[in-house]
């Protein structure tokens, strides 16, 4: 099992670790559990509680909604991250972030608006 909180209610549930599809017990919103790798230059929104990986060679621009972020390339957005955002040396990501905690490696770069904080508090204030 995994331990995972909706991105639309925050209620926190769990869920089996094999599981790609759940719903929200509370709220009953389907969400996924999909791992996701983007590469090339592509305009993508991507919604799941998985790993979105912009590799090496991505060159993304899109509204990125996930369990946690990990960018070794170009990343340009409205991010919002249920965990872990960690912009890897060479890694490049520009926009307005939302995430529970932010880890930029030497050689990473991040330019933007950040908000670190957990559940609800991760929501931009009205
Ligand atoms: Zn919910």
Do not use: H
Request: proline share 5%.
């Amino acid at each position: 099992m995994r331990a995972v909180r909706c991105p639309f209610c925050e209620a926190p549930f769990e869920v089996s670790s094999r599981a790609i599809n759940a719903r929200c017990p509370k709220c009953t919103k389907p969400m996924r559990f999909e791992d996701a790798e983007l590469n090339g230059f592509c305009n993508q929104n991507v919604t799941t509680m998985g790993t979105v990986r912009i590799g090496r060679k991505g060159v993304v621009r899109g509204r990125i909604e996930c369990g946690s972020l990990v960018v070794s390339g170009q990343l340009d957005g409205t991010i919002r991250i249920n965990g872990c955002c960690i912009v890897q040396p060479r890694g490049v990501l520009r926009g307005e972030i939302a995430a529970r905690s932010m880890l930029i490696e030497r050689g990473g770069s991040f330019e933007g608006t950040v908000e670190i904080g957990g559940g609800a508090a991760a929501r931009p204030a009205a």
